[in-house]
Nanobody
Framework: QVQLVESGGGLVQAGGSLTLSCAAS????????MGWYRQAPGKQRDLVAT???????NYVDSVKGRFTISRDNARNTVFLQMNSLKPEDTAVYYC??????????????WGQGIQVTVSS
């Protein structure tokens, strides 16, 4: 069983920075990619950024140039450095792990979510 623990959210003024962290624990699986999604009030959960174990990154257009995703593969930890934050970045951010079990079955795990609030 995989557990994801997120940290680093909070309240920041527009133009400020925050770094989110997500650590995965458990055994018997292989990590294919880790990433971040976000959900604003009344909206669906959308992709923010992902990074594969091989280093391929993917960002939603609205955060390109402002957010950077990185991973510590040895520790199954993913980070999201968020700079030049805007009020529209306000959302609950969810860590995601896409992996494969020991029986080669794909799965997705989610963290509990962490609030990021950007004031104008």
């Amino acid at each position: 069983q995989v557990q994801l623990v997120e940290s680093g959210g909070g309240l920041v003024q527009a133009g400020g920075s925050l770094t989110l962290s997500c650590a995965a624990s458990g055994s018997g699986f292989r990590v294919n990619a880790m990433g971040w999604y976000r959900q604003a009030p009344g909206k669906q959960r959308d992709l923010v950024a992902t990074r594969s174990t091989g280093g391929i990154t993917n960002y939603v257009d609205s955060v390109k140039g402002r957010f950077t995703i990185s991973r510590d593969n040895a520790r199954n930890t993913v980070f999201l450095q968020m700079n030049s934050l805007k009020p529209e970045d306000t959302a609950v951010y969810y860590c995601n792990l896409a992996g494969t079990t020991a029986w080669n079955l794909p799965f997705n795990s989610w963290g509990q979510g962490i609030q990021v609030t950007v004031s104008s």
